[in-house]
């Protein structure tokens, strides 16, 4: 099987085509934002221009969200300005100093958070983030950060929540979020909470471990790593033992051993029950006070670049119903009374069995997903600040139209498209015929054609992160150049690119 990983020279060679694309279409962009811009302040209608939202003293609601570099951070800040609110918006340095969000008219705001790229700094980080909190005069913390920092931040919310007075924070306890966080922590709480559906799932601290688990296994089996931070292997759904290997698993001891990552105790993998036939599903679920205030779920891949809205399908009820059990029975567990009541994001990742009946959960993410932007944004504002009437549950507007990137879409799904299959091959080797090339050709249902698809960064009341994020991708493609780090794709939603 050939591989899908780019050669550096593609991936050089990627990175300075899409540049040349950026520099080409940019003052395009410029051109009608800032056309877009000057009418709607003409309008008075640009994000950031709502009523103010008064809190019991009179003062202005000040809303602290980081993870400006990621796409949900513009959803929430969007939300929280429609409803009112004041903006502080922070990131860490070198990854905020283009990031989309900041140039937001929702952003009251914007300022750097040390980088955590260390033990050392990861601490600075949490105090840095708590201190503004008291600084900006925040009473309500909306973690929007990726998977690296989701410890940190419930570390810091906790200390927000100590010193500033009536502070509320919609994440986790750092021990429950650590939990949630980690594959193989996440498995083990579901079976310990029972009648949860879930793969069964085995712990691996070593090679050894690991065999010993495959050769008594009476399933195929996956392995995922414990923690977020695999790029290679995200996408790797390689079953053990491998096919055609001996009794003594040679074949499958050598592939271990050859991780990137290796097995070891301070680095656990998961080995875990492989639900052939299987469709992916993701889903954002937001907790407030031990309950489900927002809720909404679609369809799912390793790289989801484009959001439908399947809340209200079957599957989407049944992910609704598995969260609601996991928080019925989170919020009754004697091991987390402490931490009552359980407020944060609980986003749940679920494979459907090949039966169509069974849903799997496989991770949980204990943070925004990015899914919230197809929630409607005043009443998911609304929900995060406990406005909601008791047992009400926002969910997307059952016209919501799919989500998708235009700086995503022209280079991988509508360029490739225009050239021949040769061609395509040898720029990257996962330039193949994608549901963009399919709905041009019109082989797709009518909803799901390309021309009902909305761009998240583009608002005509809040149109300048539309530019934003072709300056935060350029920033990331200069990055990847001046390292000669190979990769193999780019999140433009969460600025994550996958190295290889």
Same mark, same amino acid.
């Given at each position: $099987? ?7 020279? /593609? ?58 570099? $990621? ?88 200390? $927000? ?13 750092? =021990? ?10 996440? $498995?083990?709480?579901?079976? @310990? ?41 995200? @996408? ?7 096919? !055609? ?18 097995? !070891? ?5 998961a080995l875990q029950q492989f639900v052939g036939g ?34 209200? @399908? ?72 406990? =406005? ?49 090339? /399919?709905?041009?050709? !019109? ?12 761009d998240p960064n583009f608002d005509i009341d809040d ?38």
């Amino acid at each position: $099987m050939p591989s899908l990983l780019p050669s550096d020279a /593609q991936s050089r060679l990627c990175s300075v085509l899409c540049l040349a694309l950026v520099a080409v279409t940019f003052p395009i962009a410029v051109t009608i934002t800032v056309g877009v811009y000057l009418f709607a302040s003409y309008r008075e209608t640009l994000t950031g221009t709502a009523k103010p939202l008064l809190d019991s003293n009179g003062k202005v609601v000040t809303v602290l969200v980081n993870g400006g570099r $990621m796409n949900k951070s513009l959803t929430v800040a969007r939300a929280m300005s429609k409803a009112g609110a004041r903006v502080i918006l922070v990131e860490e340095k070198g990854w905020g100093d283009f990031c989309a969000t900041r140039f937001s008219s929702s952003v009251s705001k914007f300022r750097l958070l040390p980088k955590t790229s260390s033990p050392a700094g990861k601490e600075a980080y949490v105090q840095a983030l708590a201190q503004i909190a008291r600084e900006e005069g925040c009473t309500l913390f909306v973690p929007c950060s990726g998977a690296h920092t989701t410890v940190e931040d419930a570390k810091a919310a906790e200390i $927000m929540k100590a010193n500033i007075k009536g502070f509320r924070a919609i994440i986790q306890s750092p =021990q429950l979020a650590k939990v949630l966080h980690e594959k193989d922590l996440f $498995m083990d709480l579901v079976n @310990s909470l029972g009648d949860l559906l879930a793969p069964t799932s085995h712990t691996v601290h070593s090679v050894s471990d690991a065999l010993e688990v495959i050769k008594v296994s009476s399933q195929p089996l996956i392995l995922k790593f414990s923690d977020a931070g695999d790029d290679t292997g995200r @996408s790797d759904l390689t079953t053990y033992p491998l096919e !055609g290997d001996d009794e003594h698993l040679t074949k499958t001891r050598n592939r271990l051993e050859g991780l990137r990552i290796p097995i !070891g105790k301070e680095t656990p993998y998961a080995l875990q029950q492989f639900v052939g036939g299987g469709t992916e599903w993701c889903t954002h679920a937001s907790v407030v006070d031990g309950k489900l205030v927002a809720f909404a779920c679609c369809p799912s891949s390793d790289m989801l670049m484009t959001y439908y809205d399947a809340t209200y @399908s079957e599957v989407g009820r049944k992910a609704e119903q598995y969260t609601q059990s996991l928080i019925s029975k989170l919020n009754d567990s004697p091991e987390y009374a402490s931490q009552k009541p359980i407020s944060g994001p609980f986003s749940l990742d679920f494979i459907l069995a090949s039966n169509q009946k069974d849903l799997y959960v496989i991770e949980c993410n204990p943070r925004i997903h990015t899914a919230a932007l197809l929630l409607p944004s005043v009443a998911f504002a609304q929900a995060l600040l406990g =406005q909601l009437e008791d047992g009400e549950i926002v969910r997307p507007l059952s016209n919501t139209a799919p989500r998708s990137w235009a700086a995503h879409d022209i280079p991988s799904r509508i360029l490739p498209f225009l050239l021949p299959q040769s061609v395509r091959s040898k720029l990257h080797p996962l330039l193949t015929v994608s549901p963009f090339s /399919q709905a041009l050709q !019109g082989k797709t249902e009518p909803q799901d054609q390309c021309w009902f698809w909305r761009d998240p960064n583009f608002d005509i009341d809040d149109p300048m992160p539309f530019v934003g994020m072709m300056l935060q991708v350029s920033a990331l493609l200069v990055w990847k150049l001046t390292t000669g780090t190979g990769w193999s794709r780019l999140n433009v939603s969460t600025a994550r690119v996958f190295e290889c």
